[in-house]
């Protein structure tokens, strides 16, 4: 790879890690829907890799955008579900989801050799309960 295209890939992955986000206040999470789980998505405010924003999907779909310091949640069927999110590389987490409970993803960026890589990570309910609280909702589909 040539610097001229070296500049050209981080240039293309700060572009898209500019994705806007919008902030709602939130008091507290909403209950978990009967008969689903509810899976929050988390990213704690860093110095590392703040410019970078990646959104979340499971399969096709767009669920969410993770920023630094953000978070948002989503309701799912109990079972298997893989979410993913990627930059110039794809990161996958599968987490198994049951009925009537709150579970947590957190999101984190791990630098790679011209861009920031996402990488999810399912994270204990106390951890992620502690860490949600410091951060910003931001409202999914922006």
Request: hydrophobic share 40%; aromatic share 8%; net charge neutral.
């Amino acid at each position: 790879m040539t610097p001229r295209h070296a500049v050209l890939l981080i240039s293309l992955a700060l572009i898209a890690g500019c994705a806007s986000v919008k902030y709602e206040e939130l008091s507290e999470l909403p209950l978990v829907e009967q008969g689903r789980g509810l899976i929050v998505f988390y990213r704690p405010g860093r110095m590392g890799g703040a410019a970078l924003t990646y959104q979340v999907h499971e399969g096709e779909q767009l669920i969410g955008v993770l920023r630094s310091g953000t978070y948002f949640y989503h309701h799912c069927d109990p079972g298997t579900h893989t979410f993913w999110a990627q930059t110039v590389v794809r990161n996958s987490v599968a987490i198994d989801v049951v009925e009537g409970e709150m579970q947590y993803i957190k999101g984190d960026v791990t630098m790679g050799l011209f861009a920031g890589h996402p990488r999810l990570v399912v994270v204990k309910t106390d951890k992620g309960e502690a860490a949600v609280a410091k951060l910003k909702y931001a409202v999914p589909g922006n």
